[in-house]
């Protein structure tokens, strides 16, 4: 399986990936994109089973990325992990067809939590 | 398009909910058993801010202020880095910027929306507004001073009807 975790920050995309490999899902091969945009091409050349994706980025938004995804007709898994979870975001993400948000700060149960589903 | 009376940040979010914020950031983020620890020591002469600004009913940023050697300190944590690796100036940047905007995320999360995030930005803090704007914890990490700041942008009026942007 292969995972594309998408964040601006490369300080927040190595605890994302530290905290993957803590909930037990270090048998996954990661691949990284620094905003939207680039989440929007990986997905097509790359093809992962799941994108991790930040909300607030600069270039594309995470949200913008799922939809320009979902409006190309890409139906890969999609769930944020933002410093943010507001119901309003909580139901913007749902709306445009995201599995889950984890909201920031998250531990590797959080994660646990929202993968199980999505990566067994 | 929504109008809101704002109100000062003195009434709309007290210190202990930001320490309780603070209390899930530093273990998730900076390490197992780390915390913020809200006991004030003397400030350092030299400082470093990260903020995030937050647009909406209320407008202001979260800054988080601390002596540059002590945001390398964080950084290192944040990272797990040991020597010999060290941080350069754009990890301790990215990490104190992150620690800010998990920290802005979740107080703009208590506050009245819709408002919005803004990137973290890294250098010298804006200058605060109205002293009633101001919600201030003076504490620190592993004995080196730490300042968590919500602050009213400059000139934000409080008295007006304000124009709420979208999310």
Known sequence: MKILVTDDSRVMRQIVIRTLRQAGYDDHDIIQAADGREAFDLVAAEAPDLVLSDWNMPEMSGIECLEALRASGSQVPFGFVTSEGSPEMREKAANAGALFLIAKPFTEDTFRDALDGVLS | ?167
Request: glycine share 8%.
């Open chain 2, 1 to 167: 398009m929504t109008l809101s009376r704002a109100q000062p940040i003195t009434q709309l979010l007290d210190a202990e909910t930001v320490q309780n914020i603070a209390d899930e950031v530093w273990p998730s983020l900076v390490g197992d058993g780390e915390a913020f620890v809200p006991v004030p020591v003397a400030p350092p002469a030299e400082v470093l801010s990260a903020w995030v600004t937050i647009s909406g009913p209320w407008n202001g940023a979260v800054v988080l202020t601390c002596a540059p050697a002590t945001a390398e300190a964080l950084t290192e944590s944040v990272l797990m880095t040991r020597p010999p690796t060290v941080v350069d100036d754009e990890d301790v940047a990215d990490a104190l910027g992150e620690l800010a905007n998990v920290l802005g995320g979740n107080i703009k999360s208590v506050l009245p929306g819709p408002s919005a995030l803004g990137l973290p930005q890294i250098g010298t803090a804006p200058a605060t507004g109205r002293l009633d704007d101001v919600r201030r914890l003076d504490g620190q990490w592993r004995g080196q001073s730490l300042t968590i700041t919500v602050q009213g942008a400059t000139g934000a009026p409080h008295t007006d009807r304000n124009e709420v942007p979208q999310p």
